[in-house]
């Protein structure tokens, strides 16, 4: 926009409406683009001069309404009131007005060329909103803020009867007070007085710029400069002043303000700095200081005080420009500083000159004030000097000396009491500023004088202080007498002893020192001088040698007055040759040559006898000979020849001087080098042993001379052995070391050595000992039953020793091991008869103590021919033989070697190619089976005697298979106790032929006082042993047991046997009371069956007075709700009658019963105990539902090959799970309940084949 026509102010939280013109009275477009649009966020651009870019011609207000095509004049709209520019400040309420005349198309506000939307509150803009009347389409924004300055119209879009029309474009300007100005230098730099400092404040971020005013201490500063520049936003602005100022020292804590202010705000913003102005303290002043003088020693106060400034003064004390403190303190309320310290007054301080000095930082120099000191101090050292000893008679000269003291010192001198005046004093400037002070003072001694006292006295008049200092004078005269305690001359004494002279001196001052001296040299004794009284004495203590034989010792005695008195002896000494040498004529010598030794016996008191030793052997040597030695001694000079041999190499010939009068002798050696080729040492291993993979040292003892020598050694296989072996190497002593050592190393090893005198080689055995290995002769050894079983195991081992084999059995039962026998590496495990029991795995293990022992399994295969299995249930197969079903035929056989089968049918070899059948075997080890399956099975054709024959090499076997219809079971047989207790039985049996059918177990029992037989069907169905409970301690029970299945029951086990078995006596603990009204028959069941009775209520009591059924038998009461109606034999009915008053059931007989869930295995095994109460295994079936059997598998070969319910369980023999019956899936024979005539067996249908 060119221009802003009117612009009004609206201060912050209030609102302005403004009232646009009316549509007649609308000028002309502004230049430039329009917006229009319906929808909020929509950009549409129209221009001024009528030319448009949309399909349809928007009018701007009626004045243009000649440029456009009308759609009807009495409906086209018009604006009765447009919007201004407005003024707003930042968080006010902005109110534009625009009313609208006919309103008929979509009224919304444009900002800045952005559609804001037709809703009254404006999607994207929550402070945006439209409200008014009708026809009024006011825009408010609360709480103003810089991003709504813009230009906004207002427009309404099309409508079918008008065309759109914008309003003139209004400015919403904005208003923003300056944010609080600050001072854009150091306000924390102090200022110091009288310099110039620019004062900068800024006044950011305001719309329009800030104005801004400076003032110090309340009174505005004039000149300031200000300048604009941009703010921290877009359309704000920031405005700086400068000015330069003064610091006086007035200023200091003073205000410094500045002022920013703009039409927004009515009230400035106001910042207020603290002014601090540094100016310098007014300079010192010293306290204290008014004495003359000052003596050393004492501590002198120094106290200095400056007043003023800012800061306060920093103080400091130096004393002749050096510092001795800085340490101050501040008197804030008296507006000073003051600086104190402790002076030691020392000599050095004097004329010293102290100095206070006070300044801060508005200082320019620092201020003082000065005091020169005077300190008295005395000499610090007074000193005596000349010779204070001196001779009889002559005279002393001697000196004191004061070193400087202030004032100087007067000297006085003092020989014991008596004053010597005739001394001479001569004073010079000395250090600090002092005087030194020398008096000098001569004197001739006399004997008297001998240890009096010299005394200088220095007196100080300053500090009212002597010093003295004194030596005693010492006056010299010579000893008087000397004389010695030795021993006699004419006494020989014997080398090596201790002898002892004594020199005593008397006389003399001061006392004599004694000298000893040996031929004219001075001899320093071990023991000290002593002194007592006027005497003094000193021993020399001699260990006697050959030099002291006539040696004369003699003792001097002397002191400082320089006069000497002597006294002196001879002594007599025994002793042994004082020298041995031993001399050879050859250089070099070998072994077989002779040598000449010559030995020199040096000089002895009396004269030695020589003689001659090597080793253990003693030789006279020749003496050549004798003559007058040192010390008056003789020497004795003798020869030796020898044979000399290798083994004198390194030997010592020793010659020895032997003294007869001392009984004593010395000796010499003389070392033998005999050159020789290397010899092996006889203590030379000829064997070594070591561990595989140890490492293993091949022991070298090997001389020779010269020793270098060189050694080659060879393998076993004569090999050299290089040094790049990886596995041996030579050691610095030719020894050979073997690394990791294997059984391939053993062998003789050959060395072989040489130096430069020969060549010589021997041979070392090397054995390794490792730990065995074992092998089996035969993995696998066959034998025929009956006959001798060899089992050999070989073992590569060192060493072999014997009992170094055992045999083990690996096998689960005891078997009977056979005889062990060893020879050298192998073992031999006999065993004889050999049994079935015999096959299996044996451990041979060898053990030779040498790392772990090692073992290997050998198999014993025992072969016999084949045994087939023959038992009830393998001996009859049943099947429809309505040419449905499949029957399969199985024949299972034990036998080694392999056994193969054969199949005849009623006596005639089978084809077995025969479609009609089908054949395969199994075989897991030495269990073979064969299972025949005939198909589609018809009565005429099938119902026969198939004959299996199992054969191999050994012999054969023979089993007859009845293939017949479905029929009734053959009782069981085996029928037995297992376990009894006070109120239970465990019984066992074994399962006949099942007659095709899925056969059930019944067990009855009575006792003497029972009125009829109780039963007890077993679960699981095919269970082979049962627990029955609740029966009464110490009873006598029968009990037996027959077979049913869909057709029938079969007869009792064992020819209609019965099992008699007394229960035990009830223990105390376990008592049960019996209910009172119970009679004999109601007791039968367990504890758990009472309690389920008890809950049974009515029931169960009109039960118990029930005592019939169909077949006139009386029932075990605790079973009476499954009352057995149907025994199999009596009437056809196949169900169970429920005798309870309150309701009737019908049951389905306990083999109809099928558990949803496999019997668990513990329940499968065969001499397990199954404990159920009777109410539970006769299980109340309400729904009239057949349970299905999952526990039986239909597969046509079971996963494992034995069945440990079978009758011959209790030999050797063990019997598949499954018998012969069983049925391919789909035509399962165990049936259910019959239901219609062609669910019946083919036999009981009456149909013919």
Same mark, same amino acid.
């Given at each position: 926009?060119?221009?802003?026509? *009117?612009?009004?102010?609206?201060?912050?939280?209030?609102?302005?409406? !403004?009232?646009?013109?009316?549509?007649?009275?609308?000028?002309?477009?502004?230049?430039?683009?329009?917006?229009?649009?319906?929808?909020?966020?929509?950009?549409?651009?129209?221009?001024?001069?009528?030319?448009?870019?949309?399909?349809?011609?928007? =009018?701007?207000?009626?004045?243009?309404?000649?440029?456009?095509?009308?759609?009807?004049?009495?409906?086209?709209?018009?604006? &009765?009131?447009?919007?201004?520019?407005?003024?707003?400040?930042?968080?006010?309420?902005?109110?534009?007005?625009?009313?609208? !005349?006919?309103?008929?198309?979509?009224?919304?506000?444009?900002?800045?060329?952005?559609?804001?939307?037709?809703?009254?509150?404006?999607?994207?803009?929550?402070?945006?909103?439209?409200?008014?009347?009708?026809?009024?389409?006011?825009?408010?924004?609360?709480?103003?803020?810089?991003?709504?300055?813009?230009?906004?119209?207002?427009?309404?879009?099309?409508?079918?009867?008008?065309?759109?029309?914008?309003?003139?474009?209004?400015?919403?300007?904005?208003?923003?007070?300056?944010?609080?100005?600050?001072?854009?230098?150091?306000?924390?730099?102090?200022?110091?007085?009288?310099?110039?400092?620019?004062?900068?404040?800024?006044?950011?971020?305001?719309?329009?710029?800030?104005?801004?005013?400076?003032?110090?201490?309340?009174?505005?500063?004039?000149?300031?400069?200000?300048?604009?520049?941009?703010?921290?936003?877009?359309?704000?602005?920031?405005?700086?002043?400068?000015?330069?100022?003064?610091?006086?020292?007035?200023?200091?804590?003073?205000?410094?303000?500045?002022?920013?202010?703009?039409?927004?705000?009515?009230?400035?913003?106001?910042?207020?700095?603290?002014?601090?102005?540094?100016?310098?303290?007014?300079?010192?002043?010293?306290?204290?200081?008014?004495?003359?003088?000052?003596?050393?020693?004492?501590?002198?106060?120094?106290?200095?005080?400056?007043?003023?400034?800012?800061?306060?003064?920093?103080?400091?004390?130096?004393?002749?420009?050096?510092?001795?403190?800085?340490?101050?303190?501040?008197?804030?309320?008296?507006?000073?500083?003051?600086?104190?310290?402790?002076?030691?007054?020392?000599?050095?301080?004097?004329?010293?000159?102290?100095?206070?000095?006070?300044?801060?930082?508005?200082?320019?120099?620092?201020?003082?004030?000065?005091?020169?000191?005077?300190?008295?101090?005395?000499?610090?050292?007074?000193?005596?000097?000349?010779?204070?000893?001196?001779?009889?008679?002559?005279?002393?000269?001697?000196?004191?000396?004061?070193?400087?003291?202030?004032?100087?010192?007067?000297?006085?001198?003092?020989?014991?009491?008596?004053?010597?005046?005739?001394?001479?004093?001569?004073?010079?400037?000395?250090?600090?500023?002092?005087?030194?002070?020398?008096?000098?003072?001569?004197?001739?001694?006399?004997?008297?004088?001998?240890?009096?006292?010299?005394?200088?006295?220095?007196?100080?008049?300053?500090?009212?202080?002597?010093?003295?200092?004194?030596?005693?004078?010492?006056?010299?005269?010579?000893?008087?007498?000397?004389? !010695?305690?030795?021993?006699?001359?004419?006494?020989?004494?014997?080398?090596?002893?201790?002898?002892?002279?004594?020199?005593?001196?008397?006389?003399?001052?001061?006392?004599?020192?004694?000298?000893?001296?040996?031929?004219?040299?001075?001899?320093?004794?071990?023991?000290?001088?002593?002194?007592?009284?006027?005497?003094?004495?000193?021993?020399?203590?001699?260990?006697?040698?050959?030099?002291?034989?006539?040696?004369?010792?003699?003792?001097?005695?002397?002191?400082?007055?320089?006069?000497?008195?002597?006294?002196?002896?001879?002594? *007599?000494?025994?002793?042994?040759?004082?020298?041995?040498?031993?001399?050879?004529?050859?250089?070099?010598?070998?072994?077989?040559?002779?040598?000449?030794?010559?030995?020199?016996?040096?000089?002895?008191?009396?004269?030695?006898?020589?003689?001659?030793?090597?080793?253990?052997?003693?030789?006279?040597?020749?003496?050549?000979?004798?003559?007058?030695?040192?010390?008056?001694?003789?020497?004795?000079?003798?020869?030796?020849?020898?044979?000399?041999?290798?083994?004198?190499?390194?030997?010592?010939?020793?010659?020895?001087?032997?003294?007869?009068?001392?009984?004593?002798?010395?000796?010499?050696?003389?070392?033998?080098?005999?050159?020789?080729?290397?010899?092996?040492?006889?203590?030379?291993?000829?064997?070594?042993?070591?561990?595989?993979?140890?490492?293993?040292?091949?022991?070298?003892?090997?001389?020779?001379?010269?020793?270098?020598?060189?050694?080659?050694?060879?393998?076993?296989?004569?090999?050299?052995?290089?040094?790049?072996?990886?596995?041996?190497?030579?050691?610095?002593?030719?020894?050979?070391?073997?690394?990791?050592?294997?059984?391939?190393?053993?062998?003789?090893?050959?060395?072989?050595?040489?130096?430069?005198?020969?060549?010589?080689?021997?041979?070392?055995?090397?054995?390794?000992?490792?730990?065995?290995?074992?092998?089996?002769?035969?993995?696998?050894?066959?034998?025929?039953?009956?006959?001798?079983?060899?089992?050999?195991?070989?073992?590569?081992?060192?060493?072999?020793?014997?009992?170094?084999?055992?045999?083990?059995?690996?096998?689960?039962?005891?078997?009977?091991?056979?005889?062990?026998?060893?020879?050298?590496?192998?073992?031999? *495990?006999?065993?004889?008869?050999?049994?079935?029991?015999?096959?299996?795995?044996?451990?041979?293990?060898?053990?030779?103590?040498?790392?772990? =022992?090692?073992?290997?399994?050998?198999?014993?295969?025992?072969?016999?021919?084949?045994?087939?299995?023959?038992?009830?249930?393998?001996?009859?197969?049943?099947?429809?033989?309505?040419?449905?079903?499949?029957?399969?035929?199985?024949?299972?056989?034990?036998?080694?070697?392999?056994?193969?089968?054969?199949?005849?049918?009623?006596?005639?070899?089978?084809?077995?190619?025969?479609?009609?059948?089908?054949?395969?075997?199994?075989?897991?080890?030495?269990?073979?089976?064969?299972?025949?399956?005939?198909?589609?099975?018809?009565?005429?054709?099938?119902?026969?005697?198939?004959?299996?024959?199992?054969?191999?090499?050994?012999?054969?076997?023979?089993?007859?298979?009845?293939?017949?219809?479905?029929?009734?079971?053959?009782?069981?047989?085996?029928?037995?106790?297992?376990?009894?207790?006070?109120?239970?039985?465990?019984?066992?049996?074994?399962?006949?032929?099942?007659?095709?059918?899925?056969?059930?177990?019944?067990?009855?029992?009575?006792?003497?006082?029972?009125?009829?037989?109780?039963?007890?069907?077993?679960?699981?169905?095919?269970?082979?042993?049962?627990?029955?409970?609740?029966?009464?301690?110490?009873?006598?029970?029968?009990?037996?047991?027959?077979?049913?299945?869909?057709?029938?029951?079969?007869?009792?086990?064992?020819?209609?046997?019965?099992?008699?078995?007394?229960?035990?006596?009830?223990?105390?603990?376990?008592?049960?009371?019996?209910?009172?009204?119970?009679?004999?028959?109601?007791?039968?069941?367990?504890?758990?069956?009472?309690?389920?009775?008890?809950?049974?209520?009515?029931?169960?009591?009109?039960?118990?007075?029930?005592?019939?059924?169909?077949?006139?038998?009386?029932?075990?009461?605790?079973?009476?709700?499954?009352?057995?109606?149907?025994?199999?034999?009596?009437?056809?009915?196949?169900?169970?009658?429920?005798?309870?008053?309150?309701?009737?059931? &019908?049951?389905?007989?306990?083999?109809?019963?099928?558990?949803?869930?496999?019997?668990?295995?513990?329940?499968?095994?065969?001499?397990?105990?199954?404990?159920?109460?009777?109410?539970?295994?006769?299980?109340?079936?309400?729904?009239?539902?057949?349970?299905?059997?999952?526990?039986?598998?239909?597969?046509?070969?079971?996963?494992?090959?034995?069945?440990?319910?079978?009758?011959?369980?209790?030999?050797?023999?063990?019997?598949?799970?499954?018998?012969?019956?069983?049925?391919?899936?789909?035509?399962?024979?165990?049936?259910?309940?019959?239901?219609?005539?062609?669910?019946?067996?083919?036999?009981?249908?009456?149909?013919?084949?």
């Amino acid at each position: 926009m060119d221009e802003v026509p *009117l612009t009004f102010h609206i201060p912050v939280n209030h609102t302005v409406e !403004l009232t646009g013109t009316s549509a007649g009275e609308q000028t002309g477009s502004t230049a430039g683009e329009r917006t229009t649009g319906s929808t909020a966020g929509e950009r549409t651009t129209v221009s001024t001069a009528g030319e448009r870019t949309g399909t349809r011609d928007h =009018p701007r207000g009626s004045g243009r309404e000649a440029d456009r095509v009308p759609c009807g004049a009495q409906a086209q709209q018009a604006f &009765r009131s447009e919007p201004r520019n407005l003024t707003v400040s930042m968080g006010a309420t902005a109110v534009l007005k625009c009313e609208v !005349l006919r309103a008929s198309g979509t009224v919304q506000w444009v900002k800045d060329g952005l559609l804001l939307g037709p809703q009254s509150s404006l999607p994207g803009f929550p402070r945006y909103s439209m409200f008014g009347k009708r026809g009024q389409y006011h825009l408010k924004i609360e709480n103003a803020q810089l991003e709504d300055e813009a230009p906004y119209e207002c427009q309404a879009g099309p409508s079918e009867t008008s065309d759109a029309i914008i309003s003139n474009i209004a400015w919403v300007i904005m208003q923003i007070p300056p944010s609080k100005p600050f001072f854009a230098m150091d306000t924390t730099a102090a200022w110091v007085a009288g310099k110039t400092y620019v004062v900068t404040c800024v006044a950011p971020d305001a719309k329009p710029e800030a104005q801004i005013t400076l003032y110090k201490d309340g009174v505005k500063l004039t000149g300031v400069e200000s300048s604009i520049t941009s703010g921290s936003k877009d359309k704000l602005q920031s405005t700086r002043a400068e000015i330069t100022v003064t610091a006086v020292r007035s200023d200091d804590g003073r205000p410094l303000e500045c002022r920013a202010v703009n039409v927004a705000i009515s009230r400035p913003v106001v910042t207020t700095v603290t002014m601090s102005v540094y100016y310098p303290p007014e300079p010192p002043l010293i306290l204290g200081l008014n004495r003359d003088g000052v003596k050393a020693g004492r501590v002198l106060v120094l106290e200095c005080v400056s007043n003023g400034g800012n800061p306060r003064a920093n103080m400091q004390w130096t004393k002749d420009g050096e510092l001795l403190s800085k340490t101050w303190e501040e008197d804030v309320v008296a507006q000073k500083s003051r600086i104190i310290f402790r002076l030691m007054i020392t000599p050095a301080d004097n004329q010293a000159e102290l100095c206070c000095e006070s300044f801060n930082m508005a200082s320019q120099s620092p201020l003082s004030a000065t005091h020169k000191l005077t300190v008295f101090f005395d000499p610090a050292e007074l000193t005596l000097s000349g010779s204070f000893d001196a001779i009889e008679g002559q005279e002393l000269s001697l000196s004191c000396y004061a070193t400087s003291s202030n004032p100087p010192v007067h000297i006085r001198w003092w020989l014991g009491y008596k004053e010597l005046n005739n001394s001479v004093v001569i004073i010079e400037e000395g250090d600090n500023g002092g005087m030194t002070t020398m008096s000098n003072v001569t004197h001739r001694v006399s004997r008297e004088d001998n240890g009096l006292k010299l005394t200088c006295e220095a007196f100080n008049k300053g500090t009212r202080f002597s010093k003295i200092t004194a030596e005693k004078i010492s006056v010299y005269y010579p000893p008087q007498r000397i004389w !010695l305690d030795a021993p006699p001359e004419d006494v020989p004494l014997r080398a090596g002893a201790k002898a002892t002279l004594t020199c005593h001196s008397t006389g003399g001052n001061p006392a004599a020192t004694l000298t000893w001296f040996k031929n004219g040299k001075e001899v320093t004794p071990e023991q000290r001088q002593t002194s007592s009284n006027m005497a003094v004495a000193r021993e020399l203590t001699l260990v006697l040698t050959a030099s002291d034989n006539m040696a004369t010792y003699r003792c001097d005695a002397k002191n400082k007055a320089k006069q000497t008195i002597s006294a002196d002896t001879k002594l *007599l000494v025994h002793f042994t040759a004082v020298s041995m040498k031993i001399t050879a004529e050859q250089e070099e010598l070998r072994r077989g040559q002779i040598l000449t030794l010559e030995c020199l016996s040096g000089s002895s008191n009396p004269k030695a006898d020589v003689s001659w030793t090597l080793g253990p052997v003693s030789f006279q040597g020749v003496e050549q000979t004798v003559k007058k030695d040192v010390f008056d001694g003789i020497s004795v000079h003798s020869t030796l020849s020898l044979n000399v041999s290798s083994q004198h190499n390194n030997q010592k010939v020793i010659c020895q001087s032997y003294n007869p009068e001392l009984a004593e002798g010395t000796s010499t050696f003389y070392q033998l080098t005999v050159l020789y080729p290397p010899e092996f040492r006889p203590e030379q291993p000829t064997e070594v042993q070591v561990v595989e993979d140890d490492t293993a040292t091949i022991q070298l003892l090997v001389s020779a001379n010269p020793e270098e020598l060189s050694c080659f050694w060879r393998d076993p296989k004569h090999m050299l052995v290089k040094e790049e072996d990886l596995h041996c190497r030579q050691l610095d002593d030719h020894s050979l070391e073997i690394r990791n050592v294997t059984r391939k190393h053993a062998g003789v090893y050959t060395v072989k050595c040489e130096n430069d005198e020969g060549v010589n080689q021997t041979s070392i055995m090397l054995d390794v000992r490792y730990s065995p290995s074992v092998r089996a002769e035969k993995p696998s050894v066959f034998v025929n039953l009956g006959g001798t079983a060899d089992l050999i195991c070989v073992a590569d081992a060192n060493p072999i020793i014997s009992d170094m084999f055992s045999w083990k059995w690996l096998g689960e039962e005891e078997v009977e091991m056979g005889e062990e026998s060893q020879e050298d590496e192998s073992s031999l *495990l006999t065993i004889l008869d050999v049994t079935r029991a015999h096959a299996g795995l044996y451990q041979c293990t060898a053990n030779n103590g040498m790392g772990l =022992p090692a073992s290997v399994d050998v198999k014993l295969v025992v072969q016999f021919q084949p045994q087939l299995q023959k038992g009830a249930q393998w001996r009859k197969v049943a099947s429809r033989g309505d040419g449905t079903a499949t029957a399969e035929l199985v024949c299972q056989a034990e036998g080694v070697p392999r056994v193969d089968f054969s199949w005849e049918k009623n006596g005639r070899l089978m084809d077995l190619e025969n479609p009609r059948y089908e054949h395969d075997i199994v075989r897991e080890g030495s269990f073979h089976i064969s299972t025949l399956r005939v198909v589609n099975v018809s009565a005429g054709l099938d119902y026969a005697i198939f004959s299996c024959t199992a054969h191999n090499s050994l012999g054969e076997d023979k089993l007859d298979i009845q293939l017949v219809s479905t029929n009734h079971p053959d009782p069981p047989s085996s029928f037995g106790q297992v376990s009894v207790t006070h109120d239970s039985v465990t019984l066992e049996w074994i399962p006949g032929f099942d007659g095709g059918l899925r056969q059930r177990f019944r067990i009855r029992y009575h006792w003497r006082q029972s009125a009829s037989s109780l039963y007890v069907d077993v679960v699981p169905s095919d269970a082979a042993n049962f627990t029955v409970t609740g029966l009464q301690p110490d009873t006598t029970y029968s009990f037996s047991i027959n077979a049913l299945n869909a057709i029938g029951e079969s007869g009792y086990a064992d020819d209609n046997a019965v099992l008699t078995i007394t229960t035990k006596e009830r223990p105390e603990i376990e008592e049960v009371p019996l209910d009172k009204d119970s009679d004999a028959g109601a007791g039968e069941g367990s504890v758990v069956d009472r309690q389920k009775n008890e809950e049974d209520g009515s029931s169960q009591s009109t039960v118990r007075n029930s005592n019939k059924y169909e077949s006139r038998e009386k029932i075990n009461t605790t079973a009476q709700r499954t009352l057995l109606i149907d025994s199999g034999s009596e009437t056809d009915s196949n169900v169970y009658e429920s005798y309870a008053a309150e309701e009737s059931h &019908r049951h389905y007989p306990a083999g109809d019963f099928k558990s949803s869930l496999s019997p668990l295995p513990e329940e499968r095994r065969g001499l397990d105990v199954l404990h159920l109460p009777m109410n539970h295994i006769y299980e109340d079936v309400r729904d009239e539902r057949v349970y299905q059997d999952t526990g039986r598998s239909s597969l046509p070969f079971p996963p494992v090959l034995f069945d440990p319910r079978s009758p011959q369980q209790k030999s050797d023999w063990s019997s598949p799970i499954y018998p012969q019956g069983v049925v391919r899936a789909g035509h399962h024979m165990d049936v259910q309940r019959p239901q219609r005539d062609y669910d019946l067996p083919f036999e009981l249908r009456g149909e013919l084949v």
